[in-house]
């Protein structure tokens, strides 16, 4: 094929690319539409739900309070931690699974027991266990998401290039130089599948979490403002929940991810 019919042919793929953005984009503006009209119509019928003038009222006083944001930033610390420690524990699960033998058995129905706990459930576990300490948050965030991380890095492991692993034999690559040099470059699109996946997860385990065991956090206040009949606060954490949730992900996750893995979109030349 010609330069010109080349570019000819790359024309039409950019074109498809830009429409499904933008159809993309617009059923994002519609899916908020329909919310914010359902949630119009449902206030202005129901006395259950504030409606978003008295929302919107209450908002000024919600984020000019100094608590929200240190509430926020513990909910944070909590969630980066956890799914930090989850993320190594799990390569190390997946690395052991893949292995076989009595440890990668035992990995093995550990993963299927825990995925099976609800995290409702965790979270009362680590209420009894660790009684109200911080340390519970920890260990239910990471008890509850561990499985999956392990799942994710698994089927990553399953797919690496044996022929990097011959060529690191042929070198004689130590198993730290060698995880370290092949292993963990070629799991790293996998282990931004198993955060990505496992972000919003652990934002709600760690809320739920809050609510049983900690008298910090977002979950904890939200509790405080749902006991004090403080609806418009109520409301006010919800949606901030849900930003937050967005802003890791089309903030911080994706670009990164995107600059971790820019070279898959390079040119070959």
Not at 50 to 57: F, G, L, M, N, R
Not at 95 to 109: A, K, Y
């Amino acid at each position: 094929m010609t330069t010109a019919g080349a570019r000819g042919a790359k024309r039409p793929r950019r074109n498809r690319s830009a429409a499904a953005r933008v159809r993309d984009t617009a059923l994002s503006v519609l899916s908020l539409a329909l919310v914010v009209l359902a949630w119009h119509i449902w206030s202005s019928s129901s006395q259950l739900l504030p409606t978003i003038s008295e929302v919107a009222e209450a908002a000024g006083d919600f984020y000019t309070n100094p608590d929200i944001y240190a509430n926020i930033g513990e909910t944070f610390q909590r969630v980066v931690i956890s799914v930090a420690i989850a993320l190594a524990a799990g390569l190390v699960g997946a690395i052991l699974s893949r292995r076989g033998g009595l440890v990668g058995q035992i990995v093995d129905v550990y993963v299927s027991l825990a995925i099976a706990i609800p995290s409702t459930v965790a979270a009362l576990l680590a209420l009894f266990i660790f009684h109200r300490s911080e340390l519970g948050v920890y260990a239910v965030v990471v008890l509850v998401i561990w499985p999956f991380m392990v799942i994710t890095l698994r089927g990553g492991l399953a797919l690496m290039d044996p022929k990097l692993d011959g060529m690191a034999e042929v070198y004689g690559f130590s198993y730290p130089r060698r995880l370290r040099k092949v292993v963990i470059p070629q799991l790293i699109p996998y282990a931004f599948a198993a955060v990505r996946s496992e972000n919003a997860h652990a934002w709600r385990v760690v809320v739920l979490a809050e609510v049983f065991a900690v008298n910090s956090g977002m979950g904890a206040a939200f509790t405080k403002a749902y006991d004090r009949f403080l609806i418009e606060d109520v409301v006010l954490w919800i949606l901030t929940f849900i930003v937050i949730l967005l802003v890791v992900e089309y903030v911080v996750l994706r670009p990164l991810e995107n600059h971790f893995m820019r070279w898959r979109f390079q040119d070959v030349r």
